[in-house]
């Protein structure tokens, strides 16, 4: 009963860790897209008002 209760504990801290870590992943992703599209909207405008 105690065993099952750990690894219960475990499977679930486990799971919100890949949850997190795919989390902060797309967070990442998202930022570093929409940097790159800000930096390339930035280059175009730049480039046509010259």
């Known amino acids: ?6 690894s219960l504990s475990v499977s ?3 799971t919100i ?3 997190l870590y ?7 992703l998202i930022v570093n897209f929409l940097l790159y599209n800000f930096v390339l909207c ?3 405008i ?4 010259c």
């Open 17 to 19: 860790d890949v949850f």
């Open 22 to 28: 795919a989390f902060s992943l797309g967070m990442h």
């Open 42 to 44: 930035f280059f175009m």
């Open 1 to 6: 009963m105690i065993f099952f209760g750990y």
């Open 12 to 14: 679930i801290l486990y």
């Open 46 to 49: 730049s480039l046509v008002s």
